[in-house]
């Protein structure tokens, strides 16, 4: 399985950006898949994660009512939308897929990563 990101960019702070992650390869569209984020010389953190089904989604805290998280498993892709982004939104995005349909937050539990989008968010 092979996972693409797109969609990061440069954005002013209160701004948004909606990040796609499309699976291709041996894919299956009911895995879990999660958003991860991380800034140079820190650890990968969780972001959101969505269900198989794509019913249910969990977020961190730090972007709750911020950033949506939807899958479209007829395209096998994933989405994030990022509204009113603040200069701490400021990372690499992972998108990961699991072999489960079960969310997790734990990266550890994913066995698919994509390459990682850019998002810079000025304030």
């Known amino acids: 399985v092979q996972l693409q990101a797109s969609g990061g960019g440069l954005v002013q702070a209160g701004g948004s950006l909606r990040l796609s992650c499309t699976a291709s390869?041996?894919?299956?569209?009911?895995?879990?898949m999660g958003w991860f984020r991380q800034i140079p010389g820190k650890e990968r953190d969780f972001v959101a994660a969505?269900?198989?089904?794509?019913?249910?989604?969990y977020y961190a805290d730090s972007v709750k009512g911020r950033f949506t998280m939807s899958k479209d498993n007829a395209e096998n892709t994933v989405y994030l939308q990022m509204n009113s982004l603040k200069a701490e939104d400021t990372a690499v995005y992972y998108c990961a897929a699991r072999t489960s349909v079960w969310l997790t937050t734990r990266p550890d539990e994913y066995t698919y990563w994509g390459q990682g989008t850019e998002v810079t968010v000025s304030s």
């Open positions: 390869g041996r894919t299956s569209s009911g895995r879990a």
């Open positions: 969505i269900n198989g089904d794509g019913r249910s989604a």
